[in-house]
């Protein structure tokens, strides 16, 4: 039995920036070490903001510096939306963070959006976007699965993230990189996702969790049987200490699973 996921609580967003910070460039550096390059993927919702705040910081020292020159930016899950529409997971990442990014002093990501030529036929849009994760993480020949240095997910009130919602047939799918969806639960209902495998087999995997309209979601997911059941609890389930949750106190207000209060800075 492996370690259980680490669930981190912190009182302010100002603490939680800074804590996601030093995650997200300590798994930076260590990437850096192991292939001079960073693999992201990210998803939208309220991260893009935590993100910015966390990362447009003045970094502290010469370890705590964003090296975005060397990042390659993929979407954990993108909407069938052109860029600039409201619903777009790239549009949300590029208002607070890509424009914001001061490219003299820190470079810029290689960002992978996906190709709005296919906004009206999603299984292509998928293949093309499975496309872009084969040229990145070699041939399918020769990789089952593509790992991720570092997945940044959240999670929604019915506990799904990415585009992958609870009770549906994508969850069963093992052997797609990518897959799409044309009747989310949700608007908009055209999507494109990463599969439950490759979410779940990044190298570290972060999810950010605030607000109280998480809470119950979140004792569902640590707290009982059934929410390891739902998307976000299988990451748990799966990945187990490679997962880390950035949440608030008033995201894990009634969780029974030890949270930890100490600083990761």
């Not at 084969?134 to 940044?152: E, G, M, N, Y």
């Not at 495998?197 to 640590?222: D, L, N, R, T, W």
């Not at 187990?240 to 207000?253: G, L, N, P, Y």
Request: aromatic share 10%.
């Amino acid at each position: 039995m492996g370690k259980p996921p680490n669930l981190y609580c912190f009182e302010s967003t100002t603490e939680l920036a800074k804590n996601l910070r030093a995650y997200v460039v300590s798994a930076q550096n260590e990437s850096l070490g192991r292939h001079d390059g960073f693999r992201v993927a990210v998803s939208g919702g309220s991260l893009p903001k935590q993100l910015g705040a966390a990362l447009l910081a003045e970094p502290t020292g010469p370890d705590d510096i964003v090296q975005f020159s060397k990042w390659e930016m993929f979407f954990a899950d993108e909407r069938a939306v052109p860029l600039d529409h409201e619903d777009s997971n790239y549009r949300l990442v590029k208002e607070e963070l890509l424009d914001k990014i001061d490219k003299d002093k820190y470079g810029f990501p290689q960002v992978f959006p996906i190709d709005t030529q296919y906004l009206d036929d999603v299984p292509e849009m998928a293949d093309q976007y499975e496309q872009l994760l084969v040229k990145s993480f070699a041939s399918r020949d020769s990789v089952r699965i593509p790992v991720f240095d570092l997945l940044l997910l959240g999670c929604g009130p019915d506990g799904h993230t990415c585009s992958l919602f609870p009770g549906s047939p994508l969850l069963r799918e093992t052997a797609g990189w990518v897959l799409y969806i044309e009747d989310a639960p949700k608007p908009p209902p055209k999507r494109i996702t990463l599969s439950l495998p490759v979410a779940s087999h990044g190298i570290k995997i972060a999810f950010v969790a605030m607000g109280g309209a998480k809470k119950e979601i979140m004792s569902k997911i640590f707290d009982t049987e059934e929410g390891r059941s739902l998307p976000c609890g299988i990451i748990n389930t799966f990945a187990q200490d490679r997962v880390t949750w950035f949440c608030d106190t008033a995201a894990t207000e009634g969780v029974q699973f030890p949270s930890r209060k100490a600083s990761l800075i």
